[in-house]
């Protein structure tokens, strides 16, 4: 259940960010990275209980899937989440929905390997959830404004 985890911290950040501004936010695009799996109903009806009484109470969240990018340590090559999707298929088979990567992406590299050269030494790249645009109303004009 930590999609209302992820909405309160979505919350908090645009309410920092929209701190002392005449706003009224209409809109946040998050990016997620897609293998977190995140339940977006979920994380969505959190987001929309938690903003009441704010500059975001008016406002919808949308959420764009990113696909994470790993780079081999051993043999230097790039490869993408389907370059290796067989492999985390068979850890959220052998552990279900509660699979380790689901709450910690940063996992990954335990669990996966280079589809080159088979080394576990790898990192992932991109893993990061990122506020990517907010759609602002300000004295009747529409803006929106890129985070990423």
Known sequence: ?????????????????ADDKKIKVKKVVLGVPSFSFLDVEILKE????MKKDSVL????LEVRFKDPKFKCKNCGK???????KDQIDSVRSEFGEEYPMHF???LAPSF???PYCGSHDIVLESQDMTIDEIQVEENGTVKTVSQG
Not at 46 to 49: G, K, P, S, T
Not at 57 to 60: I, Q, V
Not at 78 to 84: G, Q, T
């Open 46 to 49: 959190a987001f929309d209980m």
């Open 78 to 84: 790039e490869f993408s989440l389907n370059d290796v």
């Open 57 to 60: 109470d008016e406002a919808e």
């Open 1 to 17: 259940m930590h999609e209302w985890s992820v909405a309160d911290a979505v919350i908090r950040t645009v309410l920092n960010w």
């Open 104 to 106: 910690m992406p940063a």
């Open 112 to 114: 996966i390997k280079c």
